[in-house]
């Protein structure tokens, strides 16, 4: 599929200028901040019930299934990718801010319930996102049912949900996204390093989702800016794809 990438001078020097700090930093050495809030999540991976960590993980694990199937995923109809790069930004601006509300929703309801109810925020909200992505991916005028795709919208969660460390290799791995090569057995994949770094990356946050009283209010805007976190992440990440930097 032929990608259109014209629009107005301002707008494309915008986007550039947006990919550029991006690019910047994706590849930036992890901090003594980022240093000290791996330490703390460590922590709070120790104070976290088990059951928690069973209901992260099992969340990640079905969105990764769900990405690699298609289960329930469809591409939406209404598609600009021959539309100027300005007039599908719009569209997809529009769309990330539907999902973001949608999230925000989703949260507060879940972390109304307490503990209880936070088990099943996970599942949803990662629905949520999938949905987002591949909406986001086919309006950049991406083939969602190629193998190829479905994995790099695993490598945008992962830029998107783990350390500056990890996000540093992730980086330089869809950096020339064209010219990697993917395993032909997608078990080859390392899942068990996404599994781990996105559910770190989350504890913190959702830790306090699951107290009652509170948990409504944290869910919400949580979720919310997670969700927006993640919609900037992947108009970059596709932004890259486009090769508009050259």
């Given at each position: 599929m032929t990608r259109n990438t014209s629009g107005s001078d301002a707008y494309r020097k915008q986007v550039?200028?947006?990919?550029?700090?991006?690019?910047?930093?994706?590849?930036?050495?992890?901090?003594?901040?980022?240093?000290?809030?791996?330490?703390?999540?460590?922590?709070?991976?120790?104070?976290?019930?088990?059951?928690a960590h069973q209901a992260i993980t099992q969340a990640i694990k079905h969105t990764t299934q769900s990405?690699?199937?298609g289960s329930g995923l469809i591409t939406p109809r209404l598609v600009l990718s021959d539309a100027p790069l300005e007039m599908r930004e719009a569209k997809i601006i529009d769309r990330i801010k539907f999902y973001r509300s949608t999230a925000a929703v989703e949260g507060a309801a879940?972390?109304?319930?307490?503990?209880?109810?936070?088990?099943?925020?996970?599942?949803?909200?990662?629905?949520?996102?999938?949905?987002?992505?591949f909406e986001l991916a086919a309006q950049?005028?991406?083939?969602?049912?190629?193998?190829?795709?479905?994995?790099?919208?695993?490598?945008?969660?992962?830029?998107?949900?783990?350390?500056?460390?990890?996000?540093?290799?992730?980086?330089r791995l869809i950096e020339d996204w064209d010219k990697h090569k993917l395993p032909d057995d997608n078990n080859?994949?390392?899942?068990?390093?996404?599994?781990?770094?996105?559910?770190?990356?989350?504890?913190?946050?959702?830790?306090?989702?699951?107290?009652?009283g509170v948990g409504a209010g944290v869910g919400a805007v949580v979720n919310y800016k997670l969700t927006t976190r993640l919609g900037k992440f992947a108009m970059n990440a596709y932004r890259m794809r486009l090769h508009l930097q050259s």
């Open positions: 550039l200028d947006e990919l550029h700090a991006w690019q910047r930093s994706m590849q930036k050495k992890p901090s003594i901040l980022n240093e000290a809030t791996k330490k703390l999540q460590a922590k709070a991976n120790r104070i976290i019930p088990e059951k990405i690699m199937t879940t972390g109304f319930g307490g503990i209880l109810w936070g088990f099943a925020d996970l599942p949803l909200w990662m629905a949520i996102k999938i949905k987002m992505l950049y005028g991406f083939d969602t049912q190629d193998y190829r795709e479905r994995i790099f919208i695993l490598y945008v969660f992962q830029l998107a949900f783990s350390s500056q460390e990890h996000r540093n290799k992730v980086y080859q994949l390392d899942w068990r390093t996404y599994w781990e770094e996105y559910r770190d990356h989350l504890d913190l946050a959702k830790l306090f989702q699951l107290i009652p």
